[in-house]
T-cell receptor, first 112, second 117 residues
């Protein structure tokens, strides 16, 4: 297993466009998390899935954001009508146990 | 809600010396985990060390050790014999314990550590 993969690594988009990111977790991990990290800050929790069920969403996740994990495998995070404030690193992590978090390398979004 | 505070935005240390990074947290939970993560420039977040709150013994992992003071809600990281490869952002993180497995992490703002040759 090669760990948690995120695609793309970088995305530049114009304000108002929609973007979608993909995360492929470690195959045996049942939980998948999305975090957002702005420059100079620690990651902030956005949402997480247990298998295909989305169990918690942060208040940071406005209605322009939607996440899915069909069939409990890969996950997608979509941002509609992007704004400059959405510029950040979007991190995905998967886990099986409390101390088994594995992070991906992240997708860096720049909204111009 | 839990909060994690790292009061040192930046620190530097000479190669081979020892440095301590500070972290305090606030929670009403009695059972939880604490972590230190390392994020090198443009690279992924990796786990440095973890501590279960119910364990009194401080965790150690090679050159990395923690000083866990549960009553004071303090969780500092000591790096001994610092190496150039230790240069990175270090994040302290909190996770509450549940029977269901892992939970979300609450991170501090991080400390940027530079190891100088």
């Amino acid at each position: 297993d090669t760990g948690v993969s995120q695609d793309p690594r970088h995305k530049i988009t114009k304000r108002g466009q929609n973007v979608t990111f993909r995360c492929d977790p470690i195959s045996e991990h049942n939980r998948l998390y999305w975090y957002r990290q702005t420059l100079g800050q620690g990651p902030e929790f956005l949402t997480y899935f247990q298998n295909e069920a989305q169990l918690e969403k942060s208040r940071l996740l406005s209605d322009r954001f939607s996440a899915e994990r069909p069939k409990g495998s890969f996950s997608t995070l979509e941002i509609q009508r992007t704004e400059q404030g959405d510029s950040a690193m979007y991190l995905c992590a998967s886990s099986l146990l409390a101390y088994g978090y594995t992070f991906g390398s992240g997708t860096r979004l720049t909204v111009v | 809600a839990q909060t994690v505070t790292q009061s040192q935005p930046e620190m530097s240390v000479q190669e081979a010396e020892t440095v301590t990074l500070s972290c305090t947290y606030d929670t009403s939970e009695s059972n939880y985990y604490l972590f230190w993560y390392k994020q090198p420039p443009s690279r992924q977040m990796i786990l440095v060390i973890r501590q279960e709150a119910y364990k009194q013994q401080n965790a150690t992992e090679n050159r990395f050790s923690v000083n866990f003071q549960k009553a004071a809600k303090s969780f500092s990281l000591k790096i001994s014999d610092s190496q150039l490869g230790d240069t990175a952002m270090y994040f302290c993180a909190f996770m509450k314990h549940t029977q269901g497995g892992s939970e979300k992490l609450v991170f501090g703002k991080g400390t940027k550590l530079t190891v100088n040759p």
